[in-house]
């Protein structure tokens, strides 16, 4: 009897343990707010996680997903529940009575308003995932803001009014996205947004000597077709282009540069996924047509004269962030404003990103793990490899056993050879994925920015709607532009990554083709060497099978 409570008690554990693994797994490693997700997981009122079937927590977390974002608190809930309190509170005091209403029709219209202030409660039917309800968000606009002369904003259209930037429970999936235009500025032509096929190669990097204050440093040469222009440029090169490029092309995707680390030491292994990473860095510049325009892309690619390259560096560090709309640019001089707040889309790029980095951090940590078992692998059959070489050398004790010392060679040749093998395949996993999994990484990082911004934009809108700001209409623009842009770019990184991985890993399966095409060629030689031995240097022995006399 008490074996069978002990073997009951071990089963109850390790479905605990397997229930907690995994709301770890959903949402403390998807970095949803631990205090939020148990305020909403308390509400169903279900008792303590013993009592969940599996099927039923999994359910939980979809819905909980369905409702909230990463990196949303309770306080920030509890917070948009006083403040739609207060709009709905606002709103009863300042609306009219008609004037043929009488006031005893009035005082009987306000009894049938309920005052009670309700918490900020998801509806949601815990048995059907399919449909959950979302409440509707409140409108935080001033319907009294005026519009600039600047910013051309539709008049007298039903579907533009001042409470813009309201979502209604809007689904992406049926309703069509709501803008209007305004004007902006169009970057000039340039030698290099005249090309649609333009070649870069990055070389490996040269050490220079510095001087009497200055240590050593690694430079780049860039060569560009067809142009024929080559420049030297340093790893802080780099990472000052992309930084002056989110102040001339704001509220567009600049890809990453990894910042440098003080006092860095940089290795063989290091500096070739850093020049891996700078190539793709400048492809994916050159493959924007709007980024392809950048003043400071061409003068970083072209200026072959350092001390000319470091004063034009200095004067466009000088550049500020462009705070005006209409100072923005595009391709064709204007700019899309989002009338909606589209927070549905917003929720499911920030899900997918923060998603997508909790994978790849497990899927570089797994890498590193095949990295390691292939490297125990090749250094082991390395080992073997050298034990049979050992054991050729024994042979020649007898004179009449040279035959078995050929043997034990091309043995000794053929596991040598594989070790080499493995160890090419650490290469491999290297290239083609630690390194692309890494840059795709730091793509997500730079999409945060944008997700960030647009962020900040809607914090300094809502902040500013209710006050007649002066220039409201231009923080109405940023904010409807920067979500608009926020996820036109996302939805183009995101599709240009699937696109370039699709090669990248057709590419891998190419080389993987071709290595096996080598591994084969391993063993075919050991057979051609074995049975060339047998009868050439080993006399036939005629009580044994003879084996096979051709390959």
Known sequence: MGSEYEEEDFLTEAERKAKR?????????????????????ESKEKGDIDDWTFDDLQLCVRQFKLL??????????????????????????????????????????KSEIDYSIQPHTPKTN??????????????????????SEEINQPENDPEFDADILVCQDEDPRHSEEKFYEISCRQLPET??????????????????????????????????????????????????LREVMLLEIPGNFI?????????????????????MILKRFIKTLIRNPLTRKSAHLL?????ENAKGFQNYRKQASKAKKIENINQFVSLDGKLKCSTSQRKMEIQKLNEY???????????????????????????????????????????????????????????????????????????????????????MYKELDALKELLKETEQNEMNFMKNANRKAKDIENIRALYGNSITQ?????????????????????EMARHQADNTIQYHLIWGFLMAKLLETRHEKIPERPNIPQGKKNT
């Open 21 to 41: 693994k995994f709301l770890r797994e959903e949402i403390l490693d998807m970095h949803y707010d631990q205090e939020l997700f148990t305020w909403f997981f």
């Open 68 to 109: 909230y974002r990463p990196g949303q608190s309770l306080e920030d809930i509890e917070n948009q529940a006083k403040k739609e309190e207060e709009s709905k509170n606002k709103s009863r005091q300042i609306v009219p009575s008609p004037k043929n209403q009488s006031a005893k029709d009035s005082e009987e219209k």
């Open 126 to 147: 815990f048995s059907d995932s399919s449909n959950p309800q979302v409440e509707k968000l409140p409108t935080a606009m001033n319907e009294n803001s005026k519009n």
């Open 191 to 240: 030698e290099l947004s005249q090309y649609d096929n333009l070649e870069i190669d990055i070389s490996f990097p040269e050490l220079v000597q510095g001087g009497l204050f200055s240590p050593q440093y690694l430079v780049y040469t860039i060569k560009t077709s067809p142009f024929q222009w080559s420049v030297k440029r340093r790893y802080t090169d780099f990472i000052w």
């Open 255 to 275: 890809p990453p540069v990894q910042q440098k680390k003080i006092k860095e030491n940089i290795d063989e292994e290091k500096t070739i996924k850093r020049q």
């Open 299 to 303: 003068e970083f690619l072209k200026d």
């Open 353 to 439: 990103i923060m998603s997508s980095e909790a994978l790849k951090k497990r899927i570089k940590k797994q890498g590193m793990s095949v990295m390691e078992d292939l490297n125990r692998l090749s250094e082991s059959l390395n080992g073997y490899a050298e034990l049979l070489k050992q054991f050729a050398s024994i042979q020649e004790i007898l004179p009449y056993n040279l035959g078995n010392k050929d043997l034990y060679l091309h043995l000794h040749q053929a596991i040598s050879n594989w070790s080499k093998h493995e160890q090419e395949k650490i290469s491999d996993i290297n290239e083609y994925f630690m390194m692309h999994f890494k840059f």
């Open 486 to 506: 926020c996820l036109s770019e996302g939805e183009r990184v995101i599709l240009d990554s699937a696109w370039l991985s699709n090669i990248h890993f057709w």
